[in-house]
Nanobody, 115 residues
Framework: QVQLVESGGGSVQPGGSLKLSCAVS????????MSWYRQAPGKEREFVAS????????NYADAVKERFSISRDITKNMVYLQMNNLKPEDTALYYC????????WGQGTQVTVSS
């Protein structure tokens, strides 16, 4: 029913930028709290950013505050994560999440930051 498909991941150098996309089907971005999470090898999945049903920003993790920006496009039913000044510690598999009573997850897209 609900499907989330992330894209836009890749390999970049420290200080570089990358924009992730999450295509939503089976529901709408305005019907859910939309979030980004990430998981690095050997670590637990951690919260990155969220946007509320109204379109207002929910929250950012301290580690990405001032560097990452979450947004959405209602017309395209898409959610984005603009990542700037990337650091090696940002390397992880990034997941899109839709939440409203039930939680739905995408398959993830890999982001690798290295020299």
């Amino acid at each position: 029913q609900v499907q989330l498909v992330e894209s836009g991941g890749g390999s970049v150098q420290p200080g570089g930028s990358l924009k992730l996309s999450c295509a939503v089907s089976g529901t709408t971005v305005s019907s859910n709290v939309m979030s980004w999470y990430r998981q690095a090898p050997g670590k637990e999945r951690e919260f990155v950013a969220s946007i509320l049903r109204t379109g207002s920003i929910g929250n950012y993790a301290d580690a990405v505050k001032e560097r990452f920006s979450i947004s959405r496009d209602i017309t395209k039913n898409m959610v984005y994560l603009q990542m700037n000044n990337l650091k090696p510690e940002d390397t992880a598999l990034y997941y899109c999440k839709a939440s409203w009573g039930k939680d739905y997850w995408g398959q993830g897209t890999q982001v690798t930051v290295s020299s």
